[in-house]
């Protein structure tokens, strides 16, 4: 069982270069997320999807858009990558809530650097 | 959503039991509190949940008090291996929830 599966695990792009981070979940999850972490910082929302066919912005959406290819797909494209992109980028999937877990799990993250 | 402060950091020494509060004043009627823990070069994992009173795993307890508007984490003889960062979330038992992580509280356990 995999999990929650990100590629890549490294890329280092040029200034005003465009990427795509690739998500896909094993877990027949509804909900898919991309967080994004700078050194020594807490983890912020880029965007979610609560299910497949929805996306919307969280706290730092700027410069991100992102596609529900399926239920098991959510990527994470840059258009025009800029230094302060620089992050270590996680995604991750939820079922959804039960009386037992509000749980989240996530994917192993893709350091990017932008030069 | 239901904004959380915990504090930034945190330092212990191997053997003791650590507490973590978490501060949310706003909890909503149908909100759970959740725990999560994020070791270096990793993603996060979920350790612990509740919604009042005590709830007790493997790994750690959570205290909850009736008012519920702070919950605390406890770690009971801490390791080395627990130096991590802990996060407290606050999200509904039902439906979709956006899960909006905080800063956190960044754990350091010393010999």
């Known amino acids: 069982n995999a999990g929650v599966t990100q590629t890549p695990k490294f890329q280092v792009l040029k200034t005003g270069q465009s990427m795509t981070l690739q998500c896909a979940q094993d877990m027949n999850h509804n909900s898919m997320y991309w967080y994004r972490q700078d050194p020594g910082m807490g983890l912020r929302l880029i965007y979610y999807s609560a299910s497949e066919g929805t996306t919307d912005k969280g706290e730092v959406p700027n410069g991100y858009n992102v596609s529900r290819l399926n239920k098991r797909e959510f990527s994470l494209r840059l258009e025009s990558a800029a230094p302060s992109q620089t992050s270590v980028y996680f995604c991750?999937?939820?079922?959804?809530?039960?009386?037992?877990?509000?749980?989240?799990?996530f994917g192993q993250g893709t350091r990017l650097t932008v030069v | 959503l239901a904004k959380t402060t915990q504090p930034i950091s945190m330092d212990s020494y191997e053997g003791q039991e650590v507490n973590i509060t978490c501060s949310h004043n706003n909890i909503a009627t149908n909100d759970y509190i959740t725990w999560y823990q994020q070791f270096p070069s990793q993603g996060p994992r979920f350790i612990i949940q509740g919604y009042k009173t005590k709830v007790t795993n493997e790994v750690a307890s959570l205290f909850i008090p009736a008012d519920r508007k702070s919950s605390t984490l406890s770690l009971p003889r801490v390791s080395l291996s627990d130096t991590a960062v802990y996060y407290c979330?606050?999200?509904?038992?039902?439906?979709?929830?956006?899960?909006?992580f905080g800063t956190g509280t960044r754990l350091l356990v010393s010999p």
């Open positions: 979330l606050v999200a509904a038992n039902t439906g979709f929830q956006k899960l909006v």
């Open positions: 991750a999937s939820s079922e959804g809530a039960t009386r037992d877990r509000v749980e989240a799990f």
